[in-house]
């Protein structure tokens, strides 16, 4: 008898397991699917120039500026073509989600929501793993780097030059064989953006807004000067290593376009969803194609690629033609880009949890939202938690290899 009835149970569990991991999220549009378990929604805030600002931020990092140079050295001129056929890759996608965004109800989840309803509970849920793996280590690394440029900024002054240990910001302090690597400063500014976003959505669009039109202003700016520099010869062979090198970068870059999902998971806090969310994907993504093209054609123009640099390829080709001046502007901006990049993926890491808690599949506590900063404050800290620890402990430079899965499997 016992063991029939351990039998049975144990169907039943597995059979009630299959049920939940197979069903799949039905379309709700009212507005019921927009409270928390507190009673208290996000604010509808962010208007279409938000919308694409964010799309920009998260997309233009300090990426502009080392692997438009790094992968050139492979595809020479050509990488300007790489470029664009990882723009129009991204295009197809994003008109998918601009698709998406405006059939679905306007609420947190992006590509987690659009897996949940179009498949099921499980595929979305592992969505949602692949997903954090991705966000979680890319901000780990994020950081980090933002803490070598912030100091690299500062030791412009001679107070702080050659006076910064390697702990507080220029890689860490390496123990167990590489293993752990300590860094005070990244988890500093993870703390200090998590505080931002915490405030509320005004404070945090406000902060993307200011830095991201500096670091375009800057971008503009760098690309206006150099193509003054451009010696057009040096785009002659425009392919030299064929045409598989130029695909092979465009593989290499396509993750540079990405930042449109956090559009996406904006849905809830936009103040027109329905019209703003498939603008703001494709103008953001539009604009990113342009200025990545753009700074192609100059650095490939200023210094044949076989010239150039692996660690600051735009600023090394400036310093090679005598404005250094622009080198310290590009650090400047690295700043802004890196800035950006690490808020909108802490906003977007709270808003998938906050998605998934009040779907149940995680603690309720990350369903919740602040009653007046309107804010999922829970979700918010635990992943600048995670990421701090990341970032102040662990080498992510071999974990940031694997960052492209999380993307790739979602797209």
Not at 3 to 24: E, K, M, P, T, V
Not at 165 to 193: D, R, T, V
Request: hydrophobic fraction near 50%.
């Amino acid at each position: 008898m016992g063991g029939n009835f351990d039998s049975s149970s144990s169907s039943s569990c597995i059979a009630n397991f299959w049920s939940s991991a197979l069903r799949s999220k039905p379309i709700i549009t009212s507005d019921t699917a927009i409270r928390t378990v507190s009673g208290n929604g996000l604010v509808r805030r962010l208007g279409l120039f938000d919308l694409i600002l964010l799309g920009v931020g998260a997309s233009i990092g300090a990426g502009i500026f080392v692997v438009t140079g790094t992968v050139a050295r492979d595809a020479g001129p050509g990488v300007t073509i790489s470029f664009i056929l990882a723009g129009a890759s991204c295009i197809l996608n994003a008109l998918c989600y601009a698709e998406l965004a405006s059939r679905f109800p306007a609420v947190v989840g992006g590509a987690y929501l659009y897996t949940y309803t179009a498949f099921n509970e499980l595929t979305a849920f592992l969505v949602f793993g692949q997903l954090m793996l991705d966000y979680h280590i890319g901000a780990a690394s994020i950081a980090r780097s933002l803490a070598s440029y912030v100091v690299t900024v500062l030791e412009l002054f001679p107070f702080f030059k050659e006076n910064t240990p390697n702990w507080i910001g220029h890689g860490g302090e390496e123990f167990l064989a590489g293993a752990l690597s300590i860094n005070i400063l990244a988890p500093i500014l993870l703390l200090l953006l998590t505080v931002i976003l915490c405030r509320g959505i005004g404070e945090s669009s406000a902060l993307n807004s200011f830095m991201t039109a500096t670091k375009i202003i800057i971008v503009l700016f760098v690309v206006t000067v150099g193509s003054f520099k451009i010696d057009v010869s040096n785009w002659s062979p425009f392919a030299p290593n064929g045409f598989k090198a130029i695909l092979t970068g465009a593989t290499v870059v396509f993750f540079a376009y990405v930042g449109f999902d956090a559009v996406a998971n904006s849905a809830e806090e936009s103040r027109k969803p329905q019209r703003d969310l498939p603008i703001g994907i494709l103008g953001s993504l539009l604009i990113c194609v342009g200025l990545y093209i753009a700074v192609c054609l100059v650095i490939t123009g200023m210094v044949p690629y076989k010239f150039l640099g692996e660690d600051a390829p735009l600023a090394e080709a400036f310093t090679s033609r005598g404005l250094k001046y622009v080198s310290i502007l590009i650090s400047i901006g690295a700043v802004a880009g890196l800035t950006t990049t690490l808020l909108v993926g802490l906003y977007v890491q709270s808003r998938l949890y906050l998605g998934l808690g009040r779907d149940g599949l995680l603690p309720s506590m990350f369903a919740k939202v602040h009653p007046t900063r309107h804010t999922p404050v829970h979700s918010q800290v635990w992943v600048g938690i995670i990421a701090s620890i990341l970032a102040g402990l662990f080498n992510v430079h071999v974990l940031s290899h694997i960052l492209s899965v999380g993307s790739l499997v979602c797209f």
